[in-house]
């Protein structure tokens, strides 16, 4: 765990989000449980390990698709995190501000959301 401004987030959900911005699918699943749900307006409700990182590899490859992740905040107690998230578009999309909620319990992943930045 790491204090970050008012917070704590977790190594586990950091990694992640990491891998997410550096574009690596295989980094990015591997802290998911074989069971997890991901529901992201880009996937729609995925539930299973394979499902998310075959996904993500699709998702986060295509260099016209893929998105710039910024931290804008984040919240929460270490086992729930919301992070406050700015994701741009590439190729002349408008940046939009979502939340991401991780579910992250003893250094995995078991749940994924993302939802605009109004909803938790």
Known sequence: MATVGRSILSSTVMEFFDALR?????????????????????SGTLHGKPAVEAFLKGWLTDAVKRPSFTIRDLS?????????????????????????????????????????????
Do not use: C, N
């Open 22 to 42: 550096s574009y690596d699918a295989a980094r990015a699943a591997k802290p998911l449980v074989a069971d997890v749900l991901f529901d992201t307006p880009w």
């Open 76 to 120: 929460g107690d270490g086992a729930v995190i919301h992070l406050a998230l700015s994701i741009s578009g590439r190729f002349g999309k408008a940046p939009e501000h979502l939340t991401m909620s991780v579910l992250a319990l003893r250094g995995v992943i078991h749940q994924v959301v993302v939802r605009p930045a109004a909803a938790h």
